[in-house]
């Protein structure tokens, strides 16, 4: 069974920083492209970034470019995502997601999702 | 940027009755890579279509999704209660990725 368990989140000042992490399981972790996917409270889905499987490709939404910092320890069966200069605006629900096609490239299409970690940013 | 845009915001519908949902893209999506999710109240999202008209994994065959291009729907042929949720469009075939606003599916 296929298995994304995300961790991390929390409360942090504006300009702040956090590590999300993404434990996976139940499938080959090293085959797959990854990805981060946010939601606000209340609000829609926003795609935040994607690896590919050897991390050779490597995306991010405008609105995180420059701040945020994705990876992966395939050795680890693990995803990160390191946030830094926090904003009032990515205070959301971060999910970990798998990508739906066994490729060596990303397709962003998410086909397994974590329960996501709530990032709070406030002073 | 591909604006995904989907209506109507708000569809009452009671179970049993057939759900139509649409999702219009502000330029053709390419290869028409184009998804469905659902989502339940403190869930994560769920795969339901993909490709336009793909079923994903044990997703049940009263989901459907037809379209292309710019115009996309999901329809549900008889809703059971459990499909009462939020629907939200993706699409896939460039960057940015982009979701649609989503549309909440309520009990009549």
Known sequence: EVQLVESGGGLVKPGGSLRLSCAASGFTFRSYSMNWVRQAPGKGLEWVSSISSSSSYIYYA???????????DNAKNSLYLQMSGLRAEDTAVYYCARDGFLTTVVTALFDYWGQGTLVTVSS | EIVLTQSPGTLSLSPGE????????????SSNYLAWYQQKPGQAPRLLIYGASSRATGIPDRFSGSGSGTDFTLTISRLEPEDFAVYYCQQYGSSPITFGQGTRLEIK
């Open chain 1, 62 to 72: 405008d609105s995180v470019k420059g701040r945020f910092t994705i990876s992966r």
């Open chain 2, 18 to 29: 057939r759900a139509t949902l649409s999702c219009r893209a502000s330029q053709s999506v």
